[in-house]
Antibody, heavy 121, light 108 residues
Framework: EVQVVESGGGLIPPGGSLRLSCAAS????????MGWVRQAPGKGLEWVSA???????FYADSVTGRLAISRDNSKNTLYLQMNNLRAEDTAVYYC???????????????WGQGTLVTVSS | EIEMTQSPASLSVSPGERATLSCRAS??????LAWYQQKPGQAPRLLIY???TRATGVPARFSGSGSGTEFTLTINSLQSEDFAVYYC??????????FGQGTKVEIK
């Protein structure tokens, strides 16, 4: 079964750092495009970051310079390093595989169950 | 950045009836549009991609249509498990991939 499982969320003060992990099974992370999508409490979905199979990385303007996406091929795991966190980063963070025809990064499937990051003093 | 706008924000429908949800793009996204379903306390789930192709395991009562800037998700004969929030997402111009703000389908 193709699935992803996130971990690493928690309560962190403003300005702090946190690393989220996403363990994949049923597919190889390095062969696919991967990403993170977040959802603030009671709000909609916001794409945050993407890592292409070839290694290119992309970030939403709101997080550029503060978040870094990476992967560990030996662990088949995706990461999101979050630095200088702000209150507005409070959200559930979902790990996603970015799928598409002819291996283009189009739609998000599957989604993990999400991990909650709360930035508060 | 392409802005996606969904309407209505919420929709009250009786079980067995049809629900029609709309999604509009600020510029053409061709046929590069997906729909997701999110039930309370759960992660979103891919329903439809390429405007009208149902994802694996999605019942035939879900159908999508449209092209360019106007899209529709239709749910025929609503079942109790269909009451959820639905999001559209464009993948014509990325990054960023952008979502609509969601339409909540509630029980009437």
């Amino acid at each position: 079964e193709v699935q992803v499982v996130e971990s690493g969320g928690g309560l962190i003060p403003p300005g702090g750092s946190l690393r989220l992990s996403c363990a994949a099974s049923g597919f190889i992370v390095s062969n696919d495009h991967m990403g993170w999508v977040r959802q603030a409490p009671g709000k909609g979905l916001e794409w945050v970051s993407a890592l292409y199979s070839v290694g290119s990385t992309f970030y939403a303007d709101s997080v550029t310079g503060r978040l870094a996406i990476s992967r560990d091929n030996s662990k088949n795991t995706l990461y999101l390093q979050m630095n200088n966190l702000r209150a507005e980063d409070t959200a559930v963070y979902y790990c996603v595989r970015i799928s598409g025809r002819y291996r283009t990064p189009n739609w998000f499937d599957p989604w993990g169950q999400g991990t909650l990051v709360t930035v508060s003093s | 950045e392409i802005e996606m706008t969904q309407s209505p924000a919420s929709l009250s429908v009786s079980p067995g009836e049809r629900a029609t949800l709309s999604c509009r793009a600020s510029q053409s996204v061709s046929s590069n549009l997906a729909w997701y379903q999110q039930k309370p306390g759960q992660a979103p789930r891919l329903l439809i991609y390429d405007v009208s192709t149902r994802a694996t395991g999605v019942p035939a009562r879900f159908s999508g249509s449209g092209s360019g800037t106007e899209f529709t998700l239709t749910i025929n004969s609503l079942q109790s498990e269909d009451f959820a929030v639905y999001y559209c997402q464009q993948y014509n111009n990325w990054p960023p991939w952008t979502f609509g703000q969601g339409t909540k389908v509630e029980i009437k």
